[in-house]
């Protein structure tokens, strides 16, 4: 599975706890680009859920 540089980002803020609005402002993004790339992550970690990509990201070693 290969993540882009933006997804990767996106991970790291979700893991950080930042809201979707946040995360936004934050990469100078809107709030419906950064929902793209959280669909695209759990699409792509095969999880539905933000806590599944969370525990998923962990056991990849993606996200400490």
Not at 41 to 57: F, P
């Amino acid at each position: 599975m290969l993540l882009t540089i933006r997804e990767t980002e996106v991970l790291h803020l979700i893991a950080a706890e930042l809201t979707t609005g946040q995360i936004a402002t934050q990469l100078g993004i809107s709030v419906p680009t950064v929902e793209t790339h959280r669909r695209n992550l759990l699409r792509k970690v095969g999880v539905r859920s933000v806590v599944g990509l969370m525990k998923e990201a962990i056991r990849l070693g993606l996200i400490h």
